[in-house]
């Protein structure tokens, strides 16, 4: 057998020392057998920094601590540029994976080489319980971008497994507004490279809590 090709999960990480080692928990806990975890930690004022180069200590992944904030499109960005291997994912330092997540969007894209990006259903847990089922973009380029702004494409596909030889050398543009929708320019410059693709279960759970983006 073939080995499988290596997953970079990038997590993006600020003031996250409520959350983050559950999320990394989820990450490890993949059962996709070939996965480089990163997290990218943006100066923080709590004890993110020290938790997560504990956890380094004790577990397979790598820490990056940035000596000053650059915000989270940019600390996105710099675990999209950390990715050497054929498919990565950037997973916010808040949510949480299912154990097949990364199996089954890896699948998807195997099947698929006109797609760029698979994600899953999604449920929210925490201040909302909420099941979001994320946009397919099929087609052609122009069919595809036609959609997505037809529909209102929502941010999902900003967590999703990314094939980056489709992908290229693009990155989350850094021209919202206090980086809003910023994930939702990201999907569309991934539906211009690719076909979107969506794994009909709810294998990602997204915390929602007062320090949400989404409450900000």
């Keep these: 057998m073939q080995p499988k090709p290596e997953v970079t999960i990038g997590i993006p990480a ?3 020392g409520a959350f983050l080692e559950r999320t990394i928990r ?5 059962t996709w057998s070939s996965i480089r975890i990163v997290v990218s930690v943006d ?3 709590d004890n993110t920094a020290e938790l997560a180069l504990a956890m380094a200590s004790k577990w397979d ?4 601590v940035l000596p000053t904030r650059i915000g989270w499109v940019a600390n996105s960005n710099a675990v999209l540029r950390a990715a050497t291997s054929p498919y990565m994912m950037i997973l916010p330092h808040d949510d949480l994976l299912l154990p097949t ?3 089954k969007c890896v699948a ?3 099947e698929n080489r006109e797609a760029v990006v698979a994600c899953t259903d999604l449920s929210t847990f925490g201040q909302a319980e909420i099941t979001v089922h994320p946009m ?5 380029q122009i069919e595809r971008v036609e959609r997505m ?3 209102c494409f929502a941010g999902v596909a900003y967590r999703g497994v990314i094939d980056r030889a489709r992908l290229g050398h693009r990155l989350i543009p850094d021209i919202a507004v206090d980086d809003f929708a910023a994930d939702t320019l990201w999907g569309a410059r991934m539906c211009v490279a690719g076909e979107v693709l969506r794994v009909p279960e709810v294998l990602y759970r997204k915390l929602l809590h007062g320090k949400s983006a989404h409450y900000q």
């Design 14 to 16: 600020y003031n996250a």
């Design 26 to 30: 989820s990450a490890l806990d993949q």
């Design 43 to 45: 100066h923080s004022d």
């Design 61 to 64: 992944l790598e820490v990056r």
């Design 101 to 103: 997540y990364v199996a």
């Design 108 to 110: 998807a894209l195997q």
């Design 136 to 140: 397919e973009l099929r087609g052609s």
């Design 149 to 151: 702004v037809r529909d």
